[in-house]
């Protein structure tokens, strides 16, 4: 139980480290994690490309920025989009790495930084033969491998992380290509019609099919009866970065949606030279109007059933075909003097 808090509270420490803002270093406040600056310019993140079967070669820097020395596991990871929002996050050192993560090698995979100082480790990465074209996000990371003790009752551990991002990109044929889906709406009605609002969720799935980074854009549509249009908006809760072959599962809210309407949602989802849509339809009913729906077609079948019942019952048995009564008249209407 205790490795098992220690890796997913890890997963987290990674997560958060891999959000730093372009502008800067990747930095917990303790230590921070960078690109060795250029001659040209200080560089936020690993900016490369190779082919396949060529080795480029780079440095990172590991500041530690406390007062005491800090001891570090250096390691490439691949990244990935978080399934819940989209955040940029990578791989832990105990994963299965298959990109940046099994072709990067720092030339030694633990260091002790002094206080307040640095270390440039250079790193190699192999690109081999059969790598797919296109892009490779990946990161390489500083993990701290103390386990601090955390707070609460739980006493959870924790270990911290911090990545410098790599994108690299393969030579070869480029493909973007995005689509949506899954797309679903759920209602939230008020008892009531006219009493209170209502809310639909509507949920969906972008999936980059392509291979390289997108910068996604998502319309949505709204149409109602006789093709009313009902909501028309771009969404702005979607990641600034789909990274390639990631699925990331998006919900967006729609307040004041109709309480009483039958029509189609459409997702537009667009970026560099590629866009796609797809649709789900609704239909909005109130609760109180549904009850009474029913309550009348329960209403009407018993009604039903019980007049079939009355009808057969009042009509009586029927006589056989073949029964004396029957001969017997039969048998009048042919010889009437008889009778």
């Known amino acids: ?104 090698r720092p030339a030694t995979p633990r260091i002790t930084v002094p206080a307040h100082g640095r270390v440039t480790v250079p790193f190699t990465l192999r690109v081999p033969e059969g790598a797919e074209p296109g892009d490779h996000p990946g990161a390489l990371v500083a993990l701290d491998e103390r386990i601090d003790k955390g707070s609460g009752s739980l006493a959870l551990g924790v270990q911290r992380a911090v990545a410098a991002r790599v994108y690299l990109r393969v030579g070869g044929p480029t493909l973007p290509a995005i689509s949506v889906e899954n797309v679903h709406i759920s209602h939230s009605q008020p008892l009531v019609p006219g009493f209170g609002t209502s809310t639909s969720t509507i949920s969906y799935t972008l999936h980059n099919t392509g291979n390289v980074t997108l910068d996604p854009r998502v319309e949505l549509r709204a149409k109602g009866l006789f093709g009313r249009t009902l909501l028309s908006r771009d969404l702005s809760r979607i990641p600034s970065e789909l990274l390639p072959g990631q699925r990331v599962h998006l919900t967006e809210p729609w307040r004041g949606a109709p309480q009483l309407d039958w029509g189609d949602i459409t997702l537009t989802a667009s970026a560099q030279d590629t866009r796609e849509s797809a649709s789900a339809s609704f239909l909005a009913v109130p609760w109180i109007a549904t009850a009474v729906l029913l309550a009348a077609l329960a209403v009407g079948t018993v009604l039903f059933v019980r007049s079939r019942r009355t009808r057969v019952a009042g009509q009586g048995p029927a006589r056989p075909a073949g029964s004396p009564a029957t001969a017997r008249d039969a048998e009048r209407e042919r010889h009437p003097s008889r009778r």
Not at 36 to 57: E, M, N, Q
Not at 79 to 90: I, L, Q
Request: charged share 15%; glycine share 8%.
């Open 1 to 104: 139980m205790r490795k098992l808090s220690v890796l997913l509270l890890g997963l987290l420490g990674l997560f958060l480290a891999a959000l730093a803002t372009p502008a800067h270093a990747a930095d917990n406040g303790s230590w921070s994690v960078y690109p060795l600056a250029s001659k040209i310019a200080a560089r936020p993140y690993f900016y490369l490309s190779a082919d396949p079967g060529t080795t480029v070669s780079d440095k990172v820097v590991v500041a530690n920025k406390t007062a005491g020395p800090l001891t570090f596991r250096l390691y490439a990871a691949d990244a990935y989009n978080t399934a819940r929002d989209g955040g940029f996050a990578v791989r832990t050192v105990h994963e299965r790495q298959r990109g940046v993560g099994a072709w990067a």
